[in-house]
Nanobody, 115 residues
Framework: QVQVVESGGGLVQAGGSLRLSCAAS????????LGWYRRAPGKQRELVATITSAGTTNYADSVKGRFTISRDNAKNTVYLQMNSLKPEDTAVYYC?????????WGQGTQVTVSS
């Protein structure tokens, strides 16, 4: 029943920007904690940013100061604004939402940063 759909990925040159969006349905979005994760080729999935139901944010050190996570509860959407992109940011980015039933993941959206 819970559906999580990411969008906004693409190909961008180093130094450029992208904004990822994640829309969730089938869950009480406003009370859910949310996160963005990424998996680069040949690497384990890593946490990028989280935002709680109260709006508290945390970021991986590698993206701090460049990425911003935000949420719009009225739209059931969480965003990841990515600025000053680097080739090492290249990965599939996944959105996660958690409720009492478990964790739910989107299909991922590819971000490729060329040098």
């Amino acid at each position: 029943q819970v559906q999580v759909v990411e969008s906004g990925g693409g190909l961008v040159q180093a130094g450029g920007s992208l904004r990822l969006s994640c829309a969730a349905s089938g869950t009480i979005f406003r009370i859910n904690d949310l996160g963005w994760y990424r998996r680069a080729p040949g690497k384990q999935r890593e946490l990028v940013a989280t935002i709680t139901s109260a709006g508290t944010t945390n970021y991986a050190d590698s993206v701090k100061g460049r990425f911003t996570i935000s949420r719009d509860n009225a739209k059931n959407t969480v965003y990841l604004q990515m600025n000053s992109l680097k080739p090492e940011d290249t990965a599939v980015y996944y959105c996660n939402t958690r409720d009492w039933r478990g964790d739910y993941w989107g299909q991922g959206t590819q971000v490729t940063v060329s040098s």
